[in-house]
C-alpha cells in the first residue's frame, strides 16, 4: 500500500493511491494502529511529508563505497546523529538555504527512510521489521562547513537547519517493499544523475540498524530512520558540487518514487 499525507480541508489527513491514480479516504490514524481504507474516493489536497516525527535518527557512513570516497574508515557499529523535527520538508517545497548561519557547502544525501510504526524498544534483528510501517524517499541535506570545520566535530548542527530533511512522496509499506535492501537509489540534480547505487551496499542493514538504535533505548512510533547515503555526494566530487538557489534535487528510490525539491 502507498500511504500519502496530504492537506484536508480538516487539517492533515492520510489516503492511499490506486493502481489507477485515484486515492481512497483513510479513516483513523497509522501510527496509532487504529486506521482502515474506506471506499470513500477524494481528490488529495497539497502533498504533505509523510509523517511528523517525534524524532529523527540518522545512519552515517552506512555504505561501504560512500565511506571509501570520504577516506573513512568501515565503523563497528551504526553511527547515528539526529536532526531536529522541524527540519522536515514537504515534497515539492523548496529547501531554503539558511541566512543567519550561512554554508558555502550545502550537499545533497539519498537516503531510505523508515518510519516506525508502533514504539520499539529492544527489538531484535528477527523482529525489526515488524516495526516498520513503511519506507519513504529522504534527502538528508548537509551544511558540510558547519559539519566539519565549525561544529567541533559533531554533525547534528549542520542537518538541522529548518526544511534540510525533505521526505516522500509516499510511504509504501514494508508488503510492497519486502527486500528493503536491495532497492535501487539514486540523486538527480538539474537532470544530472549524481548518485545511483543499490541499497545491498548498506555496511548495516535495516534489521541491523532498528536492533541498535532500539538496544535500552524507546524509540516513539513515528520515528523516522535515515539509513544513510550511497556514493556520489558533493563533497566527494572533484571539483565539488554544492546545492546553489535555483537548483532542483530528486531523490528517488525503486519501488517508491521520486522526491523533489527545489533551492532558495
Not at 512522496?169 to 543499490?198: F, H, K, Y
Not at 532500539?214 to 566527494?236: H, M, R, Y
Not at 528517488?252 to 521520486?258: A, D, M, N, V
Request: overall charge negative; glycine content about 8%.
Amino acid at each position: 500500500m502507498k500511504l500519502i499525507r496530504h492537506l484536508a480541508p480538516a487539517g492533515p489527513a492520510y489516503a492511499t493511491l490506486q493502481p489507477d491514480g485515484s486515492a481512497l479516504e483513510i479513516a483513523g490514524d497509522p501510527l496509532a494502529g487504529t486506521h482502515r481504507v474506506t471506499d470513500r474516493v477524494i481528490i488529495p489536497g497539497k502533498l504533505l511529508a509523510p509523517v511528523s516525527p517525534p524524532t529523527i535518527i540518522c545512519v552515517g557512513l552506512n555504505y561501504a563505497k560512500h565511506a571509501a570516497e570520504g577516506k573513512a574508515a568501515i565503523p563497528q557499529n551504526p553511527v547515528w546523529f539526529m536532526k531536529l523535527p522541524g527540519s522536515i520538508q514537504n515534497p515539492g517545497d523548496p529547501i531554503r538555504l539558511p541566512r543567519n548561519q550561512p554554508t558555502a557547502k550545502p550537499d545533497y544525501e539519498a537516503e531510505l527512510a523508515i518510519v516506525l510504526g508502533r514504539e520499539c524498544r529492544d527489538a531484535t534483528r528477527e523482529n525489526a521489521l515488524s516495526y516498520v510501517l513503511g519506507y519513504t524517499c529522504a534527502n538528508d541535506v548537509s551544511a558540510r562547513d558547519w559539519q566539519r570545520d565549525w561544529s567541533g566535530s559533531q554533525w547534528c548542527h549542520a542537518k538541522s537547519f529548518d526544511t534540510f530533511c525533505p521526505l516522500g512522496p509516499v510511504l509504501v509499506t514494508p508488503d510492497e517493499l519486502p527486500q528493503p535492501n536491495a532497492l535501487r537509489i539514486r540523486s538527480i540534480l538539474n537532470g544530472a544523475v549524481m548518485q545511483d547505487s543499490n541499497t545491498s551496499d548498506m555496511i548495516f542493514d535495516i534489521p541491523t540498524i532498528i536492533a541498535f538504535l532500539s538496544a535500552d533505548k524507546t524509540l516513539p512510533a513515528g520515528t523516522v530512520i535515515l539509513t544513510g547515503t550511497p556514493e556520489g555526494v558533493g563533497f566527494a566530487r572533484k571539483p565539488p558540487v554544492w546545492l546553489k538557489p535555483g537548483d532542483t534535487i530528486a531523490i528517488e528510490i525503486e519501488g517508491i518514487g521520486t522526491l523533489t525539491n527545489p533551492v532558495v
